[in-house]
């Protein structure tokens, strides 16, 4: 039996009202290179006001900031990935620390943590990479955002016995169940639900969306991956956080409207961002 095509929806027509951000995206990347123009402007035209570029190394950063200076919805995150953590020398953490210090844009460490699905990185060099980050962030005074895939147990062990309970922490790409969301919660941790809350079989993570304080609450495309449906299998992009967003809304019982501007409000207290964000793009 062939399989039903899926019925592609243009974001455009269900856009949402001024005021959303995601959180997390990766624009910089060659995917958005033939047009970056256009998904920022699909971005806006969907109701967003803010889109997190992170960066990946302090040498992406400095050669690929200059793509969004036309754009000042565009905020910056800068770390090194748990995959690359053999590069997290005490040079590469000098030029981010420096990045910090000179660009206002930058407003959290991240992505960093732990990746225990790939082997790209023993996890012996991961977990110095993350501490030594933790570390750098805490001196910085700036909010960490976590990757955490398959070290759940491990993450949450060294972020509680280093002292980072209430500390403004964004559990990124949240994919678990209510258990997990509870112990993240506890915390005083933020979570930043991601496109797959849209898909049939992640009932888990749907049930766990469903408690999170409304105070705690993100959104977040990770472009260009992980497109919710019904743009599953494409390169994801800013604009189809609005599927991510309506999804969200249906498991918590709540209207979509108020959910984005829920999520978007916590996004720009916990970046820092300045509380008139929304009017620079009207």
């Known amino acids: 039996m062939a399989h039903k095509k899926p019925q592609r929806i243009d974001p455009l027509t269900v856009a949402l009202p001024l005021g959303g951000v995601d959180s997390h995206a990766h624009l910089d990347g060659e995917e958005f290179d033939p047009d970056r123009e256009a998904v920022l402007a699909r971005a806006r035209a969907c109701g967003l006001s803010g889109v997190g570029n992170v960066f990946l190394s302090p040498e992406a950063f400095q050669e690929r900031k200059a793509l969004f200076a036309d754009h000042p919805e565009v905020f910056f995150l800068l770390g090194i990935h748990p995959c690359d953590g053999e590069k997290c020398t005490p040079a590469c953490l000098e030029s981010i620390a420096a990045a910090f210090a000179s660009e206002p844009r930058l407003r959290a460490v991240g992505e960093i943590g732990l990746d225990f699905h790939w082997d790209d990185c023993p996890r012996e060099l991961q ?41 403004p922490l964004l559990w990124h790409c949240f ?65 189809y956080t609005v599927f991510t967003a309506r999804a969200v809304a249906e498991a918590r019982g709540v209207e979509p409207a108020g959910l984005w501007r829920t999520c978007g409000r916590n996004a720009r207290r916990f970046f820092g961002l300045e509380a008139g964000a929304e009017s620079s793009l009207s």
């Open 127 to 167: 977990m110095a990479a993350f501490a030594a980050q933790l570390d750098m962030a805490r001196a910085l005074a700036k909010p960490v955002v976590l990757h955490c895939r398959e070290a759940e147990a491990e993450c949450l062990s060294i972020l509680e016995a280093r002292g980072f309970a209430g500390y």
């Open 175 to 239: 994919g678990g169940g209510p258990g997990l969301a509870r112990r993240i919660i506890a915390n005083g941790w933020h979570l930043s639900v991601p496109g797959p809350v849209t898909y049939p079989a992640n009932s888990a993570l749907r049930e766990a969306v469903a408690i999170i304080p409304d105070d705690r609450l993100l959104l977040e495309t990770d472009a260009p991956y992980l497109s919710p449906v019904p743009w599953r299998g494409t390169r994801n992009e800013p604009a």
